[in-house]
């Protein structure tokens, strides 16, 4: 039996409950005021094994399309982008001490990158919800071949 908090489309699990920049893969889960942050799973199989993640200090303010930390795998160096202005509140730096592979194993739930607070709400608008993020993310797995997986422990 289907989950129908979530679809999965060639492995790809996107949940419903979430926002997401879709063109940046980062997936967004509001809080109250404030919004955590997260690789999708498209994401993390594009990026492979997780190697190193340096994140911005809390207390930072990054506008829409900067960096909130830099992700490096096996195969690709790379921002992790705001998906709206905020400021870091909070890293997940001790979970990836431990574990390197958190966002590769489970990347909506222990593998989250950052707590943040929007600063410009309007451009929450901007993100798509789930259902219509996965119309378009169907669409873009497609157009690059792409088949989901997570890493083994």
């Known amino acids: 039996m289907q989950d129908e908090r ?23 889960r509001l809080e109250g005021e404030q919004a955590r942050l997260g690789m999708t799973d498209p994401a993390q199989t594009r990026a492979g094994k997780l190697v190193a993640i340096r994140f911005k200090r809390p207390g930072t303010v990054v506008e829409r399309g900067r960096a909130l930390a830099t992700i490096e795998s096996g195969k690709w160096v790379g921002p992790f982008p705001a998906p709206f ?19 590769n194993r489970d990347p909506y739930g ?39 997986f997570r890493c083994a422990e």
Do not use: K
Request: hydrophobic share 40%.
């Open 6 to 28: 979530v679809r999965v489309y060639r492995g790809c699990i996107l949940p419903l409950d979430l926002l997401y920049d879709v063109e940046h893969d980062v997936w967004v």
């Open 110 to 148: 222990e593998g989250w990158l950052l707590l943040v607070r929007p600063l410009a709400p309007e451009q929450l608008d901007d993100l798509l919800p789930g259902e219509e993020a996965f119309q378009r993310y169907r669409q873009r797995i497609d157009e690059l071949g792409l088949t989901c």
């Open 85 to 103: 202005r905020c400021e870091i509140l909070e890293t997940n730096q001790s979970g990836f001490e431990r574990d390197i592979l958190l966002a």
